[in-house]
């Protein structure tokens, strides 16, 4: 369809220039014929003609139609938990029906798409019952996004139900129909199993701590059940548990004295039983950090102020911590005392307050957390070398809220830090000139209004034998107020800041040129394990580009080694999934012609989720196919199954498109125009005209 941007008037217009055009060229007598002279008028009023209407900017109108043909997912629960307890029979069952329906579906004009938990789309005949995790909910979802806006006309769900992980389907909306298809046992298993172990994560050396283990018993009832406490293959303890009648489950608790500092893995093992269904879920890690006690936390203050209370509710939160408070005439330093780290308020004060405070810290070098106000003695501060110098124009302040610096990695927030930043009242901060020294990194940046700057607001510096950092605000205590007022009394964000600062300063003071670290306490079984890595020249000014080799030794000696090059965008190594256990690792770099090594220990915590149950959640996926217009299925109704989605009669959906393009584009329009003037100038050049 050829359509033009003018009148009708204007294309009349065309033709009679072409017509004029071609009157006055060819009205004279002319060397040929009369016929000859006519048919070269026509060529040169054609050409004249399409040359005036192509300066009109016509263009063609195409319109394609596409046609999409009904789409049906078949979405596997290919889990553990199916594979374990679905009858070998009904597996076989189920996936030679999903095939069958495939081909049945393909052969009516349908498309159909196999999709696995968590995996790439597959073909039914070959799924492997062997996922870690169920989530069911994730599986439809992916599905929805995958196919929005497409022509979708349902979703074939095989799955025995059982959900450990996200949340249930149940609780979300889905706009295609379900059929569900039910696997699995609905009969309960003769069977022991742990679904929990109660324990502290964290324990001192020398006291003792519990691990609480749930039992959870089927068919076993009025009888006993031994159950073991294992460290590396050691049995610790052995007890034997009541598993009293009418009930289904029970406790057996173990007390256990926390040996040197350390990670530790113990083991909890109920032995298996004449005519159990499994050993499978017999058995469940716990993984216990032992620490070497309390850390004295010093919070002194120049004068009495709301931050301290803020501060003193954030630490109070860690039972890690012992915190001791030191104000001037209220609370005197005790002498004698050691200190783990400390938090200084306005000290170095301008009136000369806590001066005993501040030499205890310089002589012990004791970590600290410097935290400036309107009090705060910036020059006395600047000799400190915490890593900041503060240049303050007057008494001016900016009105600042804190913002995420994305390239921190010393220690991480959580997902939602940043979400209950934003909503923080702004803190006054010294308006000047800052400098960061060599070392120095800013774990926050200040925020004006909406404008987010470069400039520090939670700094960590110092040198190698004496960690520090500074907040450069004695306003925080707003940020707490404001959190609990809107998380019902939970500041979660504010007091892992300041737990993690006060962490990661006592830290042992890191001495070393090498430092490598897994970015998190322990990692589940299904999780990528991650290292960072920080490397140091003579002077400790960090450095980046080194070649680092990490060798890792599990609890059977086996060991694994990677190379990894750090990077100054803080990139980790990634070493994706380990199996459970607790993991020795050894670093090695080589700098500036130096050889540099690290150690260290790194937990990976078994998940065993799958075996956890056994009995099957038909209920769930008949409300999942009933709320969508469906209904359940067993893997010997595919034929029905089959049957009532082709009576569904789901129909191919026809996009139109149109497609504009200008005519005077056309290469084969050029051609045309070409070969006419080309044929009227070679037929007048051979009939004699000049």
């Known amino acids: 369809m050829i359509s033009v941007a003018a009148s009708p008037w204007l294309i009349l217009l065309c033709l009679l220039v072409g017509a004029g055009y071609a009157a006055l060229l060819y009205s004279a007598k002319a060397p040929w014929s009369r016929g000859l002279n006519y048919g070269l008028a026509a060529l040169r009023f054609v050409v004249v003609s399409l040359l005036c209407f192509l300066l009109l900017s016509p263009f063609i109108k195409t319109t394609s139609n596409t046609t999409e043909k009904p789409t049906i997912v078949l979405a596997v629960d290919n889990s553990q938990s199916v594979g374990l307890f679905t009858p070998a029979s009904v597996l076989q069952q189920a996936t030679t029906g999903l095939q069958q329906l495939e081909t049945a579906l393909r052969a009516k004009g349908f498309e159909v798409e196999t999709r696995p938990l968590g995996g790439p789309v597959a073909r039914p005949d070959s799924l492997r019952f062997t996922a870690p995790a169920t989530d069911l909910n994730g599986l439809l979802n992916s599905v929805r996004e995958t196919y929005d806006g497409r022509n979708l006309a349902g979703v074939v769900l095989l799955s025995d139900g059982i959900v450990n992980q996200g949340q249930s389907p149940t609780y979300s909306e889905f706009s295609f129909p379900i059929y569900s298809v039910a696997v699995g046992d609905t009969i309960p298993k003769k ?297 019902n009394d939970q500041p979660q964000a504010y007091d892992r800041m300041v737990n993690r600062t006060l962490q990661l300063l006592t830290q042992n003071a890191n001495k070393k040129r090498l430092d490598v670290y897994p970015t998190q306490d322990a990692f589940s079984s299904q999780d990528d394990v991650t290292f960072a890595a920080e490397t140091y020249n003579a002077i400790f000014e960090r450095i980046y580009g080194q070649q680092i080799t990490l060798t890792l030794t599990d609890e059977q000696q086996k060991t694994r080694t990677f190379t990894y090059t750090n990077a100054e965008d803080g990139a980790p190594l990634h070493l994706g999934s380990l199996p459970g256990g607790l993991y020795r690792y050894a670093a090695r770099a080589t700098l500036s012609g130096q050889a540099q090594q690290d150690r260290g220990e790194v937990l990976v915590q078994e998940q065993q989720l799958e075996a956890l149950q056994s009995r099957a959640d038909h209920n769930l996926l008949y409300q999942l196919a009933r709320r969508s217009g469906s209904r359940l299925y067993y893997p010997q109704q595919f034929q029905q199954l089959t049957d009532d989605i082709l009576k569904a009669d789901y129909k191919p959906i026809i996009y139109a498109q149109e497609d504009l393009k200008d005519l005077i584009n056309l290469k084969w329009l050029f051609f045309l125009i070409l070969t006419l003037v080309t044929g009227e100038w070679a037929t007048r050049k051979y009939s004699g005209s000049v």
């Open 191 to 487: 069977d022991l199993s742990l679904p929990a172990l109660n324990y502290n994560r964290v324990a001192f050396s020398g006291n003792r701590f519990p691990i609480e283990a749930d039992i959870s018993y089927d068919g076993f009832a009025g009888g006993t059940a031994v159950v073991q406490l294992r460290e590396n293959g050691r049995v610790l303890q052995t007890q034997r548990v009541a598993l009293p009648a009418g009930r289904r489950r029970t406790k057996a608790t173990f007390t256990v004295v926390a040996p040197a500092p350390g990670k530790r893995r113990y083991e909890v093992v109920i032995e298996q039983q004449a005519g159990e269904f499994t050993a499978l879920n017999n058995s469940k890690f716990a993984y216990i950090e032992i620490v070497k006690g309390k850390l004295r936390v010093l919070l002194a203050g120049a004068a009495p102020h709301p931050d301290l209370k803020a501060l003193r509710a954030a630490i109070q939160q860690n039972d890690n911590f012992d915190l001791i408070t030191y104000l001037p005439g209220i609370s005197p330093l005790k002498a004698g005392q050691d200190y783990d780290v400390a938090i200084l308020h306005q000290l170095p004060a301008r009136t000369g307050e806590g001066a005993e405070v501040l030499a205890q810290v310089r002589s012990r070098r004791i970590p600290a957390l410097y935290v400036l106000g309107a009090q705060s003695d910036f020059n006395a501060y600047n000799a400190l070398g915490t890593g900041l110098t503060v240049q303050p124009r007057g008494s001016q302040t900016d009105d600042v809220t804190p913002v995420l610096n994305p390239s921190f990695s010393r220690f991480s927030f959580e997902e939602d830090a940043q979400r209950r930043f934003a909503s923080y009242p702004p803190a006054p901060v010294p308006f000047g000139d800052y400098r960061l020294g060599g070392g120095a990194e800013a774990a926050l940046f200040q925020q004006v209004g909406r404008l987010k700057t470069q400039k520090p607001l939670l700094i960590f510096g110092g040198s190698p034998q004496q960690r520090q950092a500074t907040l450069l605000t004695d306003g925080s205590w707003q940020w707490r107020l404001q959190e609990a007022v809107e998380h």
